[in-house]
């Protein structure tokens, strides 16, 4: 399996390529990592360096792979934080130049907007790019709650509430929806639910919660439920796979005390998970 990955990446750290990329490889698949920002930490520390890349960047990179002659062997794209709207365009065209070669090819987007607590906290135009282009471009997104909202016009407080706003993003056009930290009035206290779409049916997985604040969890669970999406082509075995993964990954970060997930440190756990956790249809 060969994946065009487009994101964000960092140099020290585990965020969008950088978090996404291994495990991905972990699991036996050949990653093409294109970068739309080149940092070198996650912004959540407060400052950084480095720079936000242009869509004519994303193009070139994109045409020097394909003048290897592969791009009819890509089997899917996957982006997500994308640093302005020229990107976003570039990542499209990506997906329409890949599709062209092979129809069979699937774009998996993780709509990086915001989050509950944070807002909005991406550049001007990009919520507006993801809810208009992005997503109707989608066969699989990732939303987490905030941008589920966002993306439905739904404000999700209930179960019942969040499967409409699912069934609304089925209806702009992605077949498979994988919503991430779903807390909603059903959930427990000690608890986080992870919620799957596919063909009108809908699964919940849900894990214990774990306390700690970190980034780039979301880049991991989106590469991940996508792999085992296009291996399986069933929403229900992907959410299981890919949330024993990241829990997994998540409690061992928990146990070292760590600023940044152990991606690497714990990468048994996008093979062989120490935790697995029931996809229950709701």
Request: proline residues 5%.
């Amino acid at each position: 399996m060969n994946v065009l990955s487009i994101q964000s990446h960092v140099a020290y750290g585990h965020v969008g390529n950088a978090s996404a990329v291994f495990p991905m490889q972990r699991l036996g698949v050949e990653v093409w990592p294109i970068h739309t920002v080149q940092f070198s930490n996650h912004t959540g520390y407060g400052s950084w360096k480095g720079r936000v890349f242009d869509g004519m960047t994303i193009e070139e990179l994109l045409d020097g792979i394909a003048d290897r002659g592969v791009l009819a062997r890509c089997d899917g794209v996957l982006s997500g934080y994308m640093g302005s709207p020229d990107i976003g365009t570039a990542i499209l065209s990506a997906v329409s130049r890949v599709r062209a070669l092979n129809p069979n090819a699937l774009y998996c987007c993780d709509p990086v907007i915001g989050d509950v607590g944070r807002g909005v906290f991406v550049r001007p135009g990009i919520p507006e790019f993801m809810k208009e282009q992005a997503v109707p471009a989608a066969d699989i997104v990732t939303p987490n709650q905030f941008e589920l909202d966002y993306l439905s016009g739904v404000t999700t407080e209930s179960l019942a509430s969040v499967k409409e706003a699912v069934s609304a993003v089925h209806r702009i056009g992605p077949k498979v929806v994988l919503v991430t930290s779903v807390v909603s009035s059903e959930t427990p206290e000690d608890s986080v639910d992870l919620i799957a779409g596919q063909g009108g049916r809908f699964w919940r997985v849900r894990t214990p919660r774990l306390s700690l604040s970190v980034n780039g969890a979301g880049d991991a669970i989106a590469a991940l439920f996508f792999v085992h999406y296009a291996r399986t082509l069933s929403a229900a075995k992907a959410l299981e796979k890919a949330s024993a993964s990241v829990f997994g990954l998540l409690k061992r970060t928990e146990e070292a005390g760590s600023r940044e997930i152990l991606t690497i440190a714990a990468q048994d756990e996008f093979v062989a998970p120490t935790h697995r956790f029931p996809a229950e249809e709701i």
